[in-house]
């Protein structure tokens, strides 16, 4: 064939095929970064092959069979490409949980239990960038403890705990509530195990305010069934949809009775959700309410909490005096076997509730994603892949996108989303951190990119980089 007759044939097919859009030549791309060759796994599509991804501008741009051409490669041959994990308990929102958390690839965390009682300033403060992206609530909690000048910080110790609020009081907090939702606030925050003497009407009030804006409502439910019941209730009554924070930690042993309740009211409509974090051992303030009436313990149970500085278990006489001090404790108050059940349960989402500061805390808030990769993925097979990341991914952004319209962009790997991805070793992913060295990263989590930025590489923290961008809801 002359040659000149098979440049125009080979022309024209080009053309034909671009036409159909059936493929674009990489070459003349211009992607930011490429990520290669990898197992892309996305949860939305049910897509699970080979692909490459091209990002441009912070965003995805391509996804294609064949090869792509960046300015910077990821060579993820071997490697699972999966969306960035969505994290919808995490506490600290500090450099050093972000950088934890990115570790274990995180790439959005959110501060939805506890929350801030200052939207505003909340994200001011973290207005010029953060390793990951991230997100609060108006928290009840702490908007109580400012309404009740509490003398405590993060969870209250006076009469946020032990004081029931008056008629002015409580119009105060549902003031401060719509305030915040106002202000962009993701969500609601309340944890009526820790404002204990709230009544279950002034409860009802912020479900109230909540329901009016459409927001989600994340609590950490009083204790036993009845705690899981009164939210129901206020979901019913207010059309606020509910997030039970931790299941795990706030079922325990009726782990499976409280997961059917929920099963039982989604199916009756109710827009209920819940997640679970996969360790036996809770963390929370030795001062909060939660160990009120302590006096009353039979003596076997102070040995079950862990005093994380020391690694001591503690009896009557140690805890009195730590309850005086203050400061985290690690409670053993879980099976595994239940803690099974809720991670292997398709109603929880994967959150940490993550808990770190100057090295003290929870190992959850660096393990939880490649725990449950490395053990219930891979090791026990009780969970698919997929299955899995759904839970760390697709689920959490759907809890929120009805408010927040940024989240449908995040939680998946499809053209236009944006660029948060997690790269991770399917064969050695595994978490290392214990309760004795709490921030020891875990194994396999090799690349974490947000918004087009790498900020884990080759498993480690990329210096100086601030991709990390508020989510948060429209004002
Ligand atoms: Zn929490």
Redesign the pocket.
Known sequence: MPRRLLATLVGAVLQAALALGLTAPAAAQDFDLVIVKGRVVDPESGLDAVRSIGVRGGTIAAISDAPLTGRKVIDAAGLVVAPGFIDL???GQTEETYRLQALDGVTTSFEL??GTADVDRWYRERDNGRLINFGVSIGHIQVRMAVLRDPATFLPTGDAAHKAGSKAEIAEMARRIDEGLRQGAVSVGL?PSYTAAATPWEILEMFRVAGRHRASVHV?VRGGMTGLEEVITGALITGAPVHV??INSSSLSLTREMLQIIAEARARGLDISTEAYPYAAG??EIQSANYDGWEQWPDERFGTIEWPVTGERLTRETFRKYRGIGGPVIGHSNTDEMVAVAINSPLTAIAS???MANGIGHPRTVGTYSKVLGRYVREARSLSLMDALMKMTLMPARRLEARVPAMAGKGRIRVGADADLTIFDMARVVDRSTYRQPSLPPEGIRHVVVNGVPVVSEGKLVPGVAPGRAVRAPR
């Open positions: 308990h995490a506490h239990e506890v944890g950490h924070v931790h963390m929370t509730d993550g808990y």
